[in-house]
């Protein structure tokens, strides 16, 4: 597990064994709450995931342009240029990152908001606070396809 913009005061947690092995691959989560990453780290853990972690936007344009991921989970209220910028700016981005799977974990998720973020390229929307097997089945259904495969889709 690699953390981007961790504070050295930052705990760190044993990985637990995967709970499940229903999908393989390298998630970048973007959230500006350490109590939130930690969430969405634990589920990726639990699924066998692999996973590092930024605090802001530029930290995470910065990750996708040097390392290869197979999804993000974003905060859409990440301070600074905020979740939707960020999407515009990796649908932006040259090579197989700008398409991406991106899941959107936000409290903002009236319908008008949700159309908002499929309008934007975001492919799911999971609620704050986070429920479990909803951000599984989130996660596990976009890992399911090939990158080169996977489009925007209704949350």
């Not at 981005?93 to 998720?109: M, Y």
């Amino acid at each position: 597990m690699t953390t981007i913009g961790q504070d050295p005061q930052d705990e760190q947690f044993d990985q637990p064994e995967p709970m499940f092995d229903c999908a393989r691959g390298h998630v970048l989560i973007v959230d500006d709450n350490e109590v939130n990453r930690q969430v969405c780290a634990m589920f990726c853990d639990l699924l066998g995931l692999s996973f590092e972690r930024a605090q802001n936007v530029d930290q995470a344009i910065d990750a996708l342009r040097r390392t290869y991921f197979d999804l993000v989970l974003i905060d859409i209220g990440v301070p600074g240029v905020d979740g939707l910028g960020a999407v515009f700016a990796i649908r932006r981005l040259q090579g197989p990152a700008r398409n991406i799977p991106i899941i959107a974990v936000t409290t903002a998720v009236a319908s008008d908001d949700i159309s908002l973020y499929e309008a934007c390229g975001i492919n799911e929307v999971v609620a704050k606070p986070v429920v479990g097997p909803k951000l599984v089945a989130a996660i596990t259904t976009a890992l399911q396809h090939p990158l080169e495969t996977r489009g925007v889709r209704a949350a």
